[in-house]
Structure formats: C-alpha cells, structure tokens
Nanobody, 124 residues
Framework: QLQLVESGGGLVQPGRSLRLSCAVS???????IGWFRQAPLKEREGVSC????????RYVDSVKGRFTISRDNAKNTVFLQMNDLKPEDTAVYYC??????????????????WGQGTQVTVSS
C-alpha cells in the first residue's frame, strides 16, 4: 500500500526558508507527487507538483519564484524548498500521489493517497 510521510515543517520568521520532505513507500511504481496546503478556515490549495521523472513541474502563482519542488527517486523522496516565506504561507502542508502533475490536478486533485501533513508557521 502506498504511504506518504511529510516532514520538515516548523516555526520560522518571515523571509526565512524551510525544506519539506515527502517520503514515499509501499510500492515500486513511481507517481507524480503534489504538495497542497490548508490554512485555518480556508480551503485546501494546490501549491506545486512534479512528474514521476521530474521533468514537469507546476506551481501556484503565489509561490512562483520562492518555492522549488524536486525529487530524488533513488530515495523515493520529494522535496519542497520554500524560500522567502511569508505569513500567508502558514498552513498544514500535505503531499499526495497524483494521476498527473497538472494545473487541473493542483486545482482539484484526484488522489486516494495523502500524507498526514506537516505544520508550517511563518511568524515574527
């Protein structure tokens, strides 16, 4: 069974950086992976995704130029490097296995496989 486990969240000051990790296990097949976030009282938002080979990436406009998604398939891990963090980036961040890395999937993900989430808090 496919399992995803996020790590790397924490409390940081505005302008600082964090790197989130999503460890994928339980199956030999590679998946496209997406990062999503949900802030209190807000709907879940797609942040970024990456194709199984790493050649395709997508980002929501609010994080372009600040966040970078990457993957190490030898370690079955997907990373989200988050730079110049802002208070509005505060949320629980989740990774999910996607059918396809696309803008459509970021907007309305179809996935049965989600991690448990990791909290990111950006505050001075």
């Amino acid at each position: 069974q496919l399992q995803l486990v996020e790590s790397g969240g924490g409390l940081v000051q505005p302008g600082r950086s964090l790197r989130l990790s999503c460890a994928v296990s339980g199956i030999n097949e590679r998946y496209d992976i997406g990062w999503f976030r949900q802030a209190p009282l807000k709907e879940r938002e797609g942040v970024s995704c990456i194709s199984r080979g790493g050649s395709i990436t997508r980002y929501v406009d609010s994080v372009k130029g600040r966040f970078t998604i990457s993957r190490d398939n030898a370690k079955n891990t997907v990373f989200l490097q988050m730079n110049d963090l802002k208070p509005e980036d505060t949320a629980v961040y989740y990774c999910a296995a996607l059918l396809q890395c696309s803008v459509a999937q970021l907007s309305a993900p179809v996935s049965d496989h989600w991690g448990q989430g990791t909290q990111v808090t950006v505050s001075s």
